[in-house]
């Protein structure tokens, strides 16, 4: 059972440049959610998906596109990357919404230059 | 709003000391709470939880006593391991809520 994976684990990128982090589930959660964390900050949503075709924002969604067309993967895409998005990258799913214990994948570390 | 707070750190303790980490909470209605744990190179991962007030979670020699009265959920160990050293969060949610509410993490260190 692979529960969520998330690739790559490391990623450096030249400011401008766009990316695609990836993030899987085997469990048939329906909610799935990005997470980013940063030093002092603990961990803050980016966005969030409560199921195949429907996502909405976090408190901090700017610079950063969902879609979620099956229930098991749940992309993360930089349109156009900036240093202040250095950061450790977390997706996690659930069966419920955020009352339900959360899984999480082992993280994206991402540098910008 | 809804927040989580913790102690700041690092925690630095000996091994078979006594921890706790404290945490409090501000919430408009009845959260569940949660403990995660952060190894170090990996995700969090759930340590222990409580759904509604005086429910105690426990888990691998941890406990959190989830105190309405005080909106605490302060985490503990009798003993705690070098294996022990992570970061530690709290966390709530709420049934029709729409993500965890962190707090902002609690680094232990424990040494031989």
């Known amino acids: 059972n692979a529960g969520v994976t998330q690739t790559p684990k490391f990623q450096v990128l030249k400011t401008g440049q766009s990316m695609t982090l990836q993030c899987a589930q085997d469990?048939?959660?329906?909610?799935m959610s990005w997470y980013r964390q940063d030093p002092g900050m603990g961990l803050r949503l980016i966005h969030y998906?409560?199921?195949?075709?429907?996502?909405d924002q976090g408190e901090v969604p700017n610079g950063y596109n969902v879609s979620r067309s099956t229930t098991e993967d749940f992309p993360l895409r930089l349109l156009s990357a900036a240093p202040s998005q250095t950061s450790v990258y977390f997706c996690?799913?659930?069966?419920?919404?955020?009352?339900?214990?959360?899984?999480f994948g082992d993280g994206t570390r991402l540098s910008i230059l | 709003g809804n927040s989580v707070t913790q102690m700041e750190g690092p925690v630095t303790l000996s091994e078979e000391a006594f921890l706790t980490i404290n945490c409090t909470y501000t919430?408009?209605?009845?959260?569940?709470l949660f403990w995660y744990v952060q190894y170090p190179g990996e995700g969090l991962q759930l340590l222990l939880k409580?759904?509604?007030?005086?429910d105690k979670g426990s888990n691998k020699g941890f406990e959190a006593t989830y105190r309405k009265e005080t909106t605490s959920f302060h985490l503990e160990k009798g003993s705690v391991q070098v294996s022990d050293s992570a970061v530690y969060f709290c966390?709530?949610?709420?049934?029709?809520?729409?993500?965890?509410?962190f707090g902002k993490g609690t680094t232990l260190s424990v040494s031989s």
């Open positions: 966390a709530l949610g709420f049934r029709a809520g729409t993500a965890l509410i």
């Open positions: 409580a759904t509604k007030a005086d």
């Open positions: 469990m048939n959660h329906e909610y």
């Open positions: 998906s409560v199921g195949a075709g429907i996502t």
């Open positions: 996690a799913s659930s069966l419920g919404v955020s009352d339900q214990p959360q899984h």
């Open positions: 919430a408009t209605g009845y959260p569940s």
